[in-house]
Structures are given as structure tokens and as C-alpha cells.
DNA sequence: AACCCATCTGCG
DNA sequence: GCAGATGGGTTC
């Protein structure tokens, strides 16, 4: 063979290893080459299918791809796609997933055996193990970190567990109903679609309704269109409480909850009833004896055969972003496996976020929401008590429940229990307009303005320019002054203000959060997202310290404001039945008044409409690399994308003592957002590869940057 | 983490 | 000219 010394590297050591290795052995020197201790040579190979490519369950970046290895004729017929292996990987032995079976190996080395095969389930089915690559891809992200987020940890026991399944109970056969979506346009032409075997996406606006026609009754409805057309489907909510919700719905409309031994019903998946509980359920729905799951963001990776329909129950919730690498997002995720798996699309709320509003209006989804006639019938009236409102109260219009406010709940009371719904407590420091107290945005980039400087000079958090001329872009104003955000008075000390009246406290902080309140008059105090429901309705709601709500420069606190707020008024009896929503002190004007008029679709689309403007996402993608300086500037510098923006870095105070972390903002138009994925990925490839030291976090879409 | 390989460095 | 150190890259 010519240029023998030009070959590239790995060719000439497999030549060496091989059967050249020996004569070039000489006399008093040792053998060349050692012989690799693992071959397959000696192994009977399984002689359908003998090469296997595995997932290597380890974290770097760049052995994010598949590897391939020899199947052993013992293991052929278990070592099937989805199945958990040991294998030999350099010098140590490591978990993997087999991806898939194939004849021939792409690998031009020889291949090394498989140890053994783990368990013996696919517990990645095909299309799991499809989502996860696409949600990978998606967020910069491994393989293996999706899948340690969608597989739950094995559970010998359970899985010896054996299922009863000539006992089995015949499948119930739901009855059609769509009372819960009558109200709702477009909301019964979805379901007809759904049952028949259609992939319609919709985004829905909920309305308050009592039991029977609220909205963990529409999804039960949508779950059953789904049942009757003979699909799986998959109903994924930001807490357990809500999972119970859906799972008491789904029983009413005849998807009883699954039990061992039984088949067809609605089975809970959550991490909070504990591991073995999560695998046992886990498994019931991988063997297809349930065919609904309901269960909290890691559901959303649930396997659920001949899936039809996939719902994303308020997803402004912080919940549904998932804190662990690499931070995909519960609708994202639903959206990717709704394509990927062809089935129907749900996300829905009584708010509207921006990026759900987007997925309207790009077309991808169709809207269904109530018209006006209906939101005024089924929803309570709402008043804003604002300090102008309250002028002629003098000082005391400033208080934090002001007298008539007071004299509201008073009075609801003798018709049921008032809810009274508090910020939770923390502390935030931002920069907003002195004049209008719109948060303040940095004039070059739009970025969030904080107080990160010690001297009290505002610059931008994303591309650190200081706020030297700055001016309003919402009145004008030139001045600037700081917020301070939060509550740190307790529940309790309200309650105090109603002597002789039962008062409830409800919050993680203050001894736990109660699911539902009797329907008897009192005062239930609750943080938000720790609403209890009641049967009938609260007679009011009062929502306190607005002004805490809109404050704050993070991306979306308007959106964010009026869902936490329509979340406490959908829990209120309709204004027919005297139903009253207060909502006291001076937030933001716009979200004031979308709660006022009862129209987040206004309030998103309005938002989505400004986010364009200023270049924000969803109409842009942003990722955030942060990190120790050296980390960042070095991933950052490889990465070069069409039209790409880098912001910063700057240093993110309350980090590292002596040296504080810093962040970029890589910025690229909306349809840039995969190409730039795949350069951070590879980026970040190499940055394992060559084993650059410090830490670094990458996040796409980051949910809560200022 | 353990290794392989290529290149560099110090010393004769 | 060579041993040992160093850095970059692979592990199927």
C-alpha cells in the first residue's frame, strides 16, 4: 500500500492491533502492541442484528453519540431497542440504552461485546427515544441528561411485580361529553377531530366554571376524545394538587384511575408518592396497561402507546420549566413529540403566555377561547383599587388592605369564605421608570436594567452598558427609581383584621397548602399557586400588594402578574351570584386593566406584538451562557451563527466571592434558534473534549433573566 | 477515568 | 539522541 505513514492515525493502529501486529514484532523488543482486552473474538455473536448502538449513560458533551457494539448470541434476543446494558467503554464500565439493532456497524474498528443486558424493558420506547433527541438538540443538551430526566430510576422490585393480566378488568368505554367546551369556540370542533384520529393543535383560554364544567373537566373531555378514537393520552400540570384534579375528572367522565390488575384507566406520575410508586407507575404505562397518563413535568417524556393527545395545563407556571440540563420546557417538549408522534396538541390556562400567544400566531395552533358574552357571564366583577381610586380615602389609601377593601370582605363574607390571595416572599431589586413605573429597559439592547453597581449607576444586565441618558420609552420620564419586591409580612397577621372569623391559612411557608376549603364564610389567606378551590366558589377574592406583581424588570412580569391573578379570580363565583375580584394597590397599568376587562389574550398579544419591536424572545432566541470568564468567553468565541448578537458578558453579582461568574447573551433571529443549539452543542463538545476547566451553564429560552 | 499519541523539554 | 513531561484527543 502506498504513503503507509500518511495514513490517518486510527487507520494505522487498527492495522497494528490487527493482524500486522505480530510480524512486526523483533527480536529482543517487546510486542508492538498489547491486544485490546475486550474484543469480541471467543464471543459467539448473535447472527441476526449483532451490532447494537448504545446511548452511554455519562455526562460530556462530546460523547453525545451513538457507540456501537457487538451483541452476543446470549443477549440477542434481549438487548432490544430501549433496553438498559452494561458495557465496556474505554476503561470502565457504564450504563447505556440500546438505540437500535442494526447488521452492519458504521464503526470501521473492531467492536467490543456488550457486558450484559440490565433489566430486560425497553424503557425507551422508539418514540421516547426520538423525543429525547429532538429535545436534546433542542436545548444544547446530551442524550443521556434528557433520558435520566424521562426514565425514572429503576425499581427491582416493582419490576418484579407480576402483572395480573388474565385478570384484568375490561377496558371502561367512556361516554362522549363535551359540556365543559361548549362555551369555548372552536373547543367541540377540536374534540371531534381529536376522537376521529386527527394532530390538531390548540391553545385555549379557559373560563372559570364549578365542578362539572371547569376546566379539569375539559381535559378529562379532551382525554376521552382521545379514548374514543382508541389513542393514549398524556395530560401533563405544573403540581400534584392539579394532577388530583384531573385524575377526580377523568373518573367522573368514566377514565377510572389505573390499579394493578386493571387496564385502560388513568395512571398518576409524579415524583412526590416516592420511587417505587413512580416505577410502578412508570411501567403501567410503558406495558400499555394505562393508557392516560396525568402527571408533572417529567411526564411530559412519559411512553404512552398510540399516543393521540398530548395537554399542557397553565404553562406560565414556573413548574413546567424543568431546573435540571438541559431546562427543556413542558410545552416545548409537547409541541416537539406532538409533531414528532402526530397527535393533538392542548396547551391551555385561564392566562395566556407570550409564547403560547406566539404559537397562534405563527399559525401553528388554533385559538380556543370564549367570546366576550361568555367571559362576562361565567366570571366575577373585577375592580381595581388603585391609590388613585382611593384618593378621596386620604392616607390611609396607601394601606395595605384599605378600608374598602375591608368593607368588601365584610360583607362577601356573609355569603361564603373570601379568598385573599398574597405575593410569596423575596426579596427581587430592579430599576423602573420614577414617573410611570414601567420597568426600566436598557436603550442599546432592550435588556433589563438593574442595580448591580455598587455606586447606584443602572446598567443593562445582558449587555452591561450603563444607564447614563436614559429615558422612558412608555411616558418619557428621565428618572429612575429601584423597587423592592416582595411581602414579608406574614399570612397571619391578616387574619388578624377579621376578629371573631375563621381565617385559613394556605402556603408552603406558613404549614401547607390545602387542596380545597369547606363552603362556609371565612378568610383563606394563600401565597400564590396555594389557592385552595371550594365547592361553590369563593364569594370574593381580594389580591394584594399588586404593585409587587408588575415590579421587577424579568422578561414577561405583565403575562406573569395576570396569570397569578386570574388563577385566584377563576377561583370566585360568577358576578350574577355576586361574585367579587379586588385587586389592591398600583400595578402596572396594562395588566390592571387585562384583569379589569378579563383578557389575557389581549394582554399576550400585546406583549408578543412589543417583544418583536424590541427584539426579545419568543421573537428571537436567546441562550445564556454562564460561568467562570475563561469558560465563557471560550465557548462563546466558537460560536459563529448567521446573524448573531453576543451581549456581554457581564458579571452576575451574588456569585463567587472573589471572582464573580460572568454571562453572555447570545441572541439570533427566531428561525436561527436550532443552528445556533447545534453550535453551542458543539461548542460545548469541544470544550469537554479538550477538558477546559471552570464551570459553565448554557440555557436556551432562560425562563427568568433580567 | 484511563489510555494513546504527538510534541516539547531538559540533559548528555 | 533520548527519557520523561505535557497537551490534545479518544473511548465503539
Known amino acids: 500500500m502506498p504513503g503507509e505513514s500518511a495514513l490517518p492515525p486510527t487507520d494505522a493502529r487498527r492495522s497494528d492491533a490487527g493482524a500486522r501486529g505480530e510480524q512486526l514484532t523483533l527480536e529482543g523488543l517487546p510486542t508492538v502492541r498489547r491486544r485490546r482486552r475486550t474484543r469480541a ?14 446511548c452511554i449513560d455519562l455526562p460530556p458533551p462530546h460523547l453525545d453519540h451513538p457507540f456501537e457494539y457487538a451483541v452476543p448470541a446470549a443477549l440477542a434476543d434481549q438487548a432490544l431497542p430501549g433496553v ?57 443538551g446530551t442524550l443521556a441528561d434528557v433520558l435520566r430526566l424521562a426514565v425514572p430510576p429503576r425499581h427491582a422490585r416493582v419490576e418484579g411485580e407480576v402483572p395480573s393480566s388474565d385478570e384484568r378488568a375490561p377496558e371502561p368505554v367512556p361516554a362522549p361529553a363535551a359540556s365543559a367546551w361548549a362555551d369555548h369556540r372552536g373547543g367541540p370542533a377540536f374534540l371531534t377531530h381529536v376522537t376521529a384520529g386527527g394532530a390538531p393543535r390548540a391553545v385555549w383560554t379557559a373560563l372559570p366554571g364549578e365542578p362539572g364544567r371547569g376546566w379539569p373537566d375539559a381535559i378529562a373531555q379532551a382525554v376521552v376524545a382521545a379514548r374514543l378514537g382508541a389513542r393514549g393520552a398524556l395530560v401533563v400540570l405544573p403540581d400534584a394538587r392539579d394532577v388530583d384534579r384531573v385524575l377526580a375528572a377523568l373518573a367522573a367522565a368514566g377514565v377510572p384511575r389505573w390499579t394493578p390488575g386493571t387496564s385502560g384507566g388513568a395512571v398518576r406520575l409524579t415524583a412526590d408518592e416516592g420511587p417505587a410508586a ?32 398530548v395537554v399542557c395545563w397553565d404553562d406560565g407556571d414556573p413548574l413546567h420549566a424543568e431546573p435540571r440540563a438541559p431546562y427543556p420546557h413542558t410545552r416545548e417538549v409537547l409541541a416537539l413529540r406532538s409533531e414528532l408522534e402526530r397527535c393533538a396538541f392542548l396547551v391551555g390556562g385561564f392566562a395566556r403566555t407570550v409564547e403560547a400567544q406566539a404559537l397562534v400566531e405563527h399559525g401553528w395552533a388554533h385559538e380556543v377561547a370564549a367570546d366576550r358574552r361568555q367571559v362576562r357571564a361565567r366570571t366575577a366583577r373585577v375592580r381595581a383599587l388603585t391609590t388613585t381610586e382611593l384618593a378621596r380615602e386620604g392616607p390611609a389609601a396607601a394601606a395595605r388592605l384599605p378600608t374598602p377593601a375591608w368593607r368588601a370582605i365584610r360583607e362577601r363574607l356573609a355569603d361564603g369564605p373570601v379568598l385573599v390571595q398574597v405575593p410569596r416572599a423575596g426579596y427581587v431589586p430592579a430599576v423602573a421608570c420614577g414617573r410611570c413605573r414601567a420597568a426600566a429597559r436598557c436603550g442599546t439592547c432592550h435588556g433589563p436594567l438593574g442595580l448591580a453597581k455598587a455606586d447606584g449607576t443602572p446598567t443593562c444586565g445582558w449587555c452591561g452598558r450603563l ?13 429612575l427609581r429601584s423597587v423592592r419586591i416582595g411581602s414579608q409580612r406574614t399570612a397571619e397577621e391578616l387574619g388578624r383584621a377579621f376578629p371573631g372569623i375563621t381565617v385559613r391559612v394556605s402556603g408552603r411557608a406558613t404549614g401547607g397548602v390545602l387542596a380545597e376549603v369547606p363552603d362556609r364564610p371565612a378568610v383563606v389567606v394563600a401565597t400564590v399557586g396555594a389557592e385552595p378551590v371550594t365547592p361553590a366558589g369563593y364569594a370574593a377574592a381580594v389580591l394584594l400588594d399588586a404593585a409587587v406583581a408588575t415590579a421587577g424588570s424579568s422578561l414577561g412580569v405583565l403575562p406573569d402578574a395576570l396569570r397569578r391573578w386570574l388563577g385566584a379570580a377563576a377561583l370566585v363565583r360568577p358576578a350574577s351570584d355576586g361574585g367579587v375580584v379586588l385587586l389592591v394597590g398600583d400595578a402596572e397599568e396594562r395588566a390592571t386593566q387585562a384583569l379589569v376587562r378579563w383578557d389575557p389574550v389581549g394582554l399576550a ?29 471560550a465557548v462563546v468565541e466558537r460560536v459563529t451563527v448567521p446573524d448573531l448578537e453576543v451581549l456581554g458578558p457581564v458579571p452576575v453579582p451574588g456569585t463567587g466571592d472573589l471572582t464573580p461568574d460572568v454571562r453572555t447573551v447570545l441572541r439570533v433571529p427566531r428561525a436561527g434558534g436550532t443552528v445556533l443549539a447545534r453550535a453551542l452543542a458543539a461548542s460545548l463538545a469541544v470544550r469537554s473534549a479538550r477538558r477546559e476547566g471552570g464551570t459553565l451553564t448554557v440555557q436556551l429560552d432562560p425562563q427568568d433573566l433580567r
Do not use: I, N
Not at 288 to 305: E, L, Y
Open 84 to 140: 438498559r446494558v452494561k458495557v465496556r467503554f474505554g476503561r470502565q464500565d457504564v450504563d447505556a440504552y440500546v438505540l437500535e439493532r442494526v447488521t452492519e456497524a458504521e464503526h470501521d474498528g473492531e467492536l467490543v461485546p456488550l457486558r450484559r443486558v440490565v433489566d430486560g424493558l425497553p424503557v425507551v420506547t422508539p418514540q421516547v427515544a426520538r423525543l429525547a433527541r429532538a429535545t436534546a438538540d433542542r436545548w444544547a
Open 605 to 633: 398579544s400585546r406583549e408578543l406584538a412589543e417583544r418583536g419591536t424590541l427584539g426579545l424572545p419568543p421573537a428571537v432566541r436567546l441562550a445564556a451562557v454562564q460561568g467562570s470568564r475563561e469558560a465563557v468567553l
Open 41 to 54: 473474538e471467543g464471543v459467539v455473536l448473535a447472527t441476526e442484528l449483532p451490532v447494537a448502538r448504545v
Open 278 to 309: 413512580r416505577y410502578r407507575a412508570f411501567l403501567a404505562a410503558l406495558r400499555g396497561h394505562a393508557s392516560v397518563v396525568v402527571g408533572t413535568r417529567a411526564s411530559a417524556f412519559a411512553p404512552v402507546a398510540d399516543l393521540g393527545l
Open 467 to 479: 444607564a447614563a441618558d436614559w429615558r422612558c420609552t412608555e411616558c418619557g420620564g428621565a428618572t
